[in-house]
């Protein structure tokens, strides 16, 4: 895989052809994730995520293309994964 900066300073990874960017967005914050899983989603870089929120946004934008979808985050002093609530 190959990470390539992007003009707002995101990192884009490219694979098969395909750019994939996972951004979390908390209040007025955005949180740039390397990975979703169904429970949690890891930092791309460590933060502490020091609010919980019921209106967290999660987007996925693949190929420019941008969906986003509604989730519950926990706040939290780990550095590396933001947990997902239900």
Do not use: C
């Not at 990192?11 to 979390?24: E, G, M, N, P």
């Amino acid at each position: 895989m190959d990470e390539q900066p992007q003009q707002d300073g995101a990192v884009a990874i490219d694979s098969y052809s395909t750019t994939v960017r996972l951004i979390l967005h908390v209040g007025d914050k955005q949180y740039e994730l390397a990975d979703v899983g169904p429970f949690d989603a890891r930092l791309r870089k460590p933060q502490v995520l020091l609010e919980r929120s019921d209106r967290a946004i999660l987007e996925i934008i693949v190929d420019g293309r941008s969906e986003r979808k509604r989730v519950k985050v926990s706040a939290s002093d780990e550095r590396h994964r933001i947990r997902f609530l239900s």
